[in-house]
């Protein structure tokens, strides 16, 4: 899995719920990973 690391991926969802489990799974897969709530705030992310 050390290909993983580093690799940077978007959630994008309006369920906080779905949000905390995709980002929880997605890091513990060797990912960084950003959340957000709406494609507002997304599109707005630095």
Known sequence: ???????????VDDEQSILQFLELGLQNEGFEVQ????????????
């Open 1 to 11: 899995m050390q290909q993983l690391k580093g690799i940077k991926i978007l959630v």
């Open 35 to 46: 959340t957000a709530q709406d494609g507002i705030t997304a599109i707005t992310l630095p």
